[in-house]
């Protein structure tokens, strides 16, 4: 038995230090704040399960970390809970119930929403790796993986991402499954010749062949003049509806410099471009005016959301891609801190529009608010506010980067 006094000794050691490790971090944890969204009319049923997600930050502090939260109805909860948390990362809402209900299939797969389709048949998932060379990146392959929610049957593999050589980055902005067809939508920035391009790919996969059946570059801007920036940017939607068409806003933007220094950024040209991922068909949409005035904020359902902020207001005007025709727009109260150039969030999910303000300070709350998306009529109406009183609180900012209904 004397032979094992070490190793038992030993093993009481490390028990000891893990524990005391742990008390000491309970000990040491900083207190935030509870946060809440509070109704101030509608019905608490009509909210659902929302969940906002926001970075809370104490401004008086030296400490420059921000810690991520998510925010209920019911409550909030800090999510850097862990050691591993606060590496990986702490995955969306959608994330975390596709992990709990698909754990197999889920199992070493990235956190970004944008790497997945869901329907009622098919989960489906791409993700842009690459190893690190003497140059910097290189053999680019994408990782994919098909779950048929009908059998439970899985599909995993790698294809090689066709002229790797000449991509610098790459990222997967969407996942879309049209008629069986998997088509993985990147971002990409490539060097060729020593000029610096980016470019909005789509490549599509046979998923019987398991290769890049075709690949296009719908959009490539070259390096931009110094005074000069060209933007084509993906429309942001439900990674739950399968759209045919994508749509891709392409903005032309000069900076100015006044004659006291100041810099401002003058808007060129704004052009709303759909393209159909059956026919690679390119269309450019016309919507006049409008589109100089408002932000395109969302598309769902064949539907665009146009957004602008009028005085505490945001203007909703939904326009119907099938039909060609704008929809009666609708106004949503807004706090003032919108005023000052925080635009706001939203999300559409099975038939209602989410808005809520961006910024939250221990001086001001942050807005949520629901309508029926086709009437405007609003249906809820409420603040996130925190149970506790502001004025023990330190000198806080809450930016809200994510809404979600689950």
């Known amino acids: 038995m004397k032979k094992y006094w070490k190793s038992t000794a030993i093993i009481a050691v490390i028990v000891i230090s893990i524990g005391t490790f742990y008390i000491n971090a309970a000990l040491s944890a900083p207190e935030y704040p509870m946060f809440i969204i509070e109704k101030q009319s509608g019905q608490d049923q009509a909210l659902g399960s929302l969940a906002v997600e926001g970075f809370y930050h104490e401004t ?3 400490n420059y970390v921000n810690t991520n939260v998510t925010i209920t109805s019911e409550g909030s909860e800090y999510n850097s809970r862990t050691f591993i948390d606060q590496i990986i990362g702490q995955p969306a809402p959608m994330i975390e119930d596709l992990q709990n209900e698909h754990r197999y299939f889920m199992r070493g797969k990235g956190l970004s929403t944008d790497s997945y389709f869901e329907s009622d048949q ?5 993700e842009a790796t690459y190893s690190y060379g003497s140059m910097g990146p290189e053999d680019f392959t994408f990782d994919i993986g098909i779950l048929d929610k009908q059998t439970n049957d899985t599909n995993a593999f ?5 002229e790797s050589l000449e991509i610098d980055y790459i990222y997967v902005e969407d996942v879309q499954v049209v008629d069986n067809v998997l088509h993985v939508i990147t971002y990409n920035v490539l060097s060729n010749n020593n000029n610096n391009n980016v470019a909005n790919y789509i490549y599509t996969i046979d998923l019987t062949k398991e290769t890049v059946s075709s690949y296009e570059a719908v959009f490539t801007e070259s390096e931009q003049q110094e005074d000069l920036d060209i933007n084509t940017s993906l429309v942001r939607t439900n990674p739950k509806q399968a759209n045919e068409q994508l749509l891709y806003l392409k903005t032309e933007n000069k900076e100015i410099e006044d004659q006291e220094s100041i810099i401002r950024i003058e808007n060129l040209s704004k052009e709303l471009i759909s393209y159909n991922l059956k026919t690679k068909e390119k269309t450019i949409i016309d919507l006049g005016e409008r589109l100089k005035e408002n932000d395109i904020s969302y598309y769902v359902d064949s539907t665009v959301y146009l957004t602008k902020i009028n005085e505490q207001n945001l203007v909703v005007t939904p326009y119907q891609l099938e039909d060609q025709q704008f929809g009666n727009p609708y106004t949503i109260e807004l706090s ?4 000052e150039g925080h635009s706001p969030m939203i ?13 939250m300070t221990d001086k001001i709350n942050a807005n949520v608010t629901m309508v029926d998306v086709k009437t405007g009529e609003t249906l809820y109406k409420g603040e996130v506010i925190t149970k506790e009183d502001k004025e023990d609180l330190d000198e806080f900012e809450l930016y809200i980067h994510d809404i979600s209904v689950r």
Do not use: Q
């Open 336 to 339: 003032g801190e919108t005023g």
């Open 158 to 162: 790698t294809v090689e991402i066709p």
């Open 347 to 359: 999300e559409v999910h099975e038939g209602k529009l989410y808005v809520t303000t961006r910024r």
């Open 122 to 126: 098919m989960l489906a998932y791409a």
């Open 60 to 62: 008086a502090s030296m």
